[in-house]
């Protein structure tokens, strides 16, 4: 029953391995022989609970309860939320305002009369279990305890994760077993593993879940009924306890399909009145409820534009019903033609999300957020920025990536996401002149909105590792790293990951850590030179099939013949995508000498002969990306098993067995895209290596 617990790979980042050292075990003991905990509530008693479950297993002791009168002598641990006790107001008086509403948090250690202390202060309660999952971290890394002054804020208000789940148990695009959400069409009555999850999402401070998948079916239309949300009540109280609002996505034509009305239209009176109802039952199950997640007028999902209404009427009607409850509607904007003529020129795909949204920015109400993913098109390995960062100024925005690998190797081959999440982030959009990035403008910050933040879609299943391969955990880790602080880097997250997840050895460490790095670069190498995308199977998008999209109706195109190959989508000569950005990106972006070679093939059409920035020609490029993609690949498998010795057999075969298979495929992807090209240019590999 209990085998994932056997698996090394269940508890994640949070293995709380006993602490081996005997001279660092005593030295953090000392630090941790008492608690006191003041306040009894919600997460401050999963914060005690944690603190006391991590201790326990890294240092074999639990702390015993402090009261004033106890001796001192002893290091104390004291918990606690604003206003609970002098220390905890101390440790938190850093801040002058602004942070008391949001989930910061303090960790303050020093001696007083009464002997060592360490305060974990959380201006919430939420706060608090953050402080506490921070200090568990402090000790998995080794960190010395003497002298501590920490101090954090998050950087985004909303950190959410996206479940792609069905209730039949399926997940689209999951690569790591079924829903542990789900089954036979009901919400699952064991909720271990969900409260298992729920932890780890919190331990890197995610504070929201939508828990079904946009795509919003028969069966998942029916959990705003009143039967339905007996069952999401359940699930709401497991994330409540670690600080987690659940969200629930909805289908736009419920008032239909479940209201018995003939209409969905979101400016007829009946419609509004119907959802006003269902939010007034649905808060009064859960009080704290999040909010609608909504997929509209998109890939077949029904919308506002049946009825002639646009997006903000869609999404302010839903937001006046759960408004007066505290509850947001977080609208996608992945909204373009799948039924296009791959014979018209004419129609971007690129454009689609801002030119619908764009007419839109400033009539959305204040708590409505438009959710866009990073790119214009969607998630593949490389695309340049969507360009409504920097676009929108009048509405609240929240930035969507994809943890689960659809196009970046299923979590078949490795791929360490957080390097193209910085790029995202830290890009300048000149929204408001020179340090518009990216992070700014979701966040919020940069036009000042009273909303915004970060989702992602979820990578996990029932697998006992939750992430099929063992590595892609990084990627979950990351995305909640990088949700509280866009700043971090993309190393330092990465060896924080191997540490608490393998091992403080060196040489673990390093090898680990290249090897995350490095992944990236490799997966798109072997798989989308130079910006272009789209080259795989469709449907499942896993493998290599470069036509496999060209002649379909998904606006997803490389436009390759004999002479050359990419997409113009220039100002001048092309569809004008380039232009959807401020200056001077758009600029560097319409000009094919300042177009960066890595978004070459997104934003213009060359020859093969084209010579890059780098001096070799397109041909040679893509012959020689996808030569060496193949060897680096082979190379990740060499480098993983120096390492046998030092990971548990376990973890270490089942990431093994993958890197054979993605060295294997890597070579698929080699042959079948060179191939395709050395046919359709007959220019030769100037290297003369085996081109079959
Ligand atoms: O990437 C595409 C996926 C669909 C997904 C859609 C979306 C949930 O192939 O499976 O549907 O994006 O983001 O809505």
């Known amino acids: 029953v209990n085998e994932p617990i056997r698996d090394k790979g269940y508890a994640g980042w949070l293995r709380y391995e006993s602490i081996e050292d005997e001279k660092v075990k005593q030295i953090y003991s000392n630090w941790c022989s008492m608690l006191s905990v003041t306040g009894q509530s919600g997460c401050l008693q999963t914060a005690k609970q944690e603190l006391i479950t991590g201790l326990q297993a890294m240092l074999g002791v639990q702390p015993s309860d402090w009261h004033d009168s106890t001796s001192n002598h002893l290091g104390r641990i004291v918990l606690g939320v604003a206003g609970s006790s002098p220390l905890i107001d101390q440790a938190l008086a850093w801040s002058n305002h602004g942070a008391s509403d949001s989930d910061g948090y303090a960790i303050l250690s020093g001696t007083d009369e009464q002997g060592r202390y360490l305060a974990l202060a959380g201006f919430t309660e939420r706060g608090a279990l953050y402080a506490v999952f921070h200090f568990l971290k402090l000790l998995q890394t080794r960190k010395e305890l003497e002298g501590l002054a920490i101090q954090e804020i998050p950087r985004n208000g909303l950190r959410m994760i996206n479940q792609w789940d069905n209730m039949d148990g399926s997940i689209e695009r999951?690569?790591?077993?079924?829903?542990?959400?789900?089954?036979?069409?009901?919400?699952?009555?064991?909720?271990?593993?969900?409260?298992?999850?729920?932890?780890l999402l919190a331990s890197v401070g995610m504070n929201a879940i939508s828990i079904n998948n946009v795509n919003v079916h028969q069966w998942e239309t029916k959990l705003i009924t009143n039967q339905g949300l007996t069952d999401v009540k359940r699930m709401a109280e497991v994330f409540r306890g670690y600080g987690i609002r659940l969200y629930l996505s909805i289908n736009f034509a419920s008032p239909i399909e479940i209201g018995g009305l003939t209409t969905a239209d979101p400016l007829d009176l009946d419609v509004a009145k119907w959802w006003r109802a269902r939010a007034e039952e649905i808060y009064s199950q859960i009080p704290d409820f999040g909010g609608f997640l909504v997929k509209a007028d998109s890939e077949f999902r029904p919308g506002p534009f049946t009825y002639g209404r646009n997006h903000a009427d869609g999404a302010n009607m839903l937001a006046e019903a759960i408004g007066p409850y505290g509850g947001t509607v977080i609208w996608r904007c992945f909204v373009y033609n799948c039924l296009q003529d791959w014979r018209d020129r004419s129609t971007d795909r690129a454009k689609a999300a801002y030119d619908h949204f764009m007419p839109l920015d400033g009539e959305f109400k204040d708590n409505v957020i438009l959710q866009i993913k990073n790119g214009p098109m969607d998630f593949q390995v490389r695309e340049p920025v969507s360009p409504l960062f920097g676009g929108l100024t009048r509405t609240n925005q929240v930035l969507e990536l994809q943890i689960t690998q659809e196009y970046t190797g299923q979590q078949r081959h490795l791929c360490y996401l957080v390097p193209q999440w910085k790029e995202v982030l830290d890009y300048d959009t000149y929204a408001l002149g020179e340090?518009?990035?990216?992070?700014?403008?979701?966040?919020?910050?940069?036009?000042?909105?009273?909303?915004?933040?970060?989702?992602?879609?979820?990578?996990?299943?029932n697998d006992s590792n939750w992430t099929g391969h063992d590595l892609a955990q990084a990627n979950l880790f990351g995305f909640g790293r990088l949700a509280w602080n866009p700043s971090l880097s993309a190393e330092d997250i990465a060896k924080e990951w191997i540490q608490m997840t393998f091992s403080c050895d060196s040489e673990v460490e390093a090898t680990l850590l290249r090897m995350l790095m490095d992944s990236r670069d490799i997966y798109e190498s072997y798989t989308a030179p130079l910006g272009v995308g789209w080259m795989v199977n469709p449907n499942h998008h896993y493998g290599p099939n470069v036509d496999g999209y060209e002649y379909a109706k998904w606006g997803t195109y490389h436009f390759a013949d004999c002479k050359g190959i990419g997409v113009d989508r220039t100002l001048s000569s092309g569809t004008g995508y380039s232009a959807q950005y401020h200056s001077p990106q758009s600029n560097v972006y319409e000009s094919l000498d300042s177009c960066p070679d890595e978004l070459l093939l997104f934003f213009h059409h060359v020859p093969y002969t084209h010579r890059l920035k780098s001096g070799k020609t397109v041909i040679q490029h893509i012959y020689d990306a996808h030569f060496e993609g193949a060897e680096q690949a082979e190379a990740l498998l060499n480098k993983w098993d120096l390492l046998a010795a030092k990971i548990d057999t376990l973890r270490h075969e089942r990431v093994r067995y993958r890197l054979v298979d993605q060295a294997e495929h890597a070579k698929e992807w080699r042959d079948a895209i060179n191939t395709y090209f050395y046919r359709k240019s007959g220019i030769k590999d100037e290297h003369h290596r085996m081109i079959y």
């Not at 999951?174 to 932890?199: H, L, P």
């Not at 966040?443 to 992602?456: D, I, V, W």
């Open 174 to 199: 999951g690569y790591a077993g079924k829903s542990i959400f789900y089954e036979n069409n009901r919400i699952v009555e064991d909720v271990t593993r969900v409260r298992d999850y729920a932890r």
């Open 435 to 461: 340090g518009s990035s990216v992070a700014s403008t979701a966040s919020g910050s940069l036009f000042k909105r009273p909303l915004g933040g970060m989702a992602a879609v979820s990578n996990i299943g």
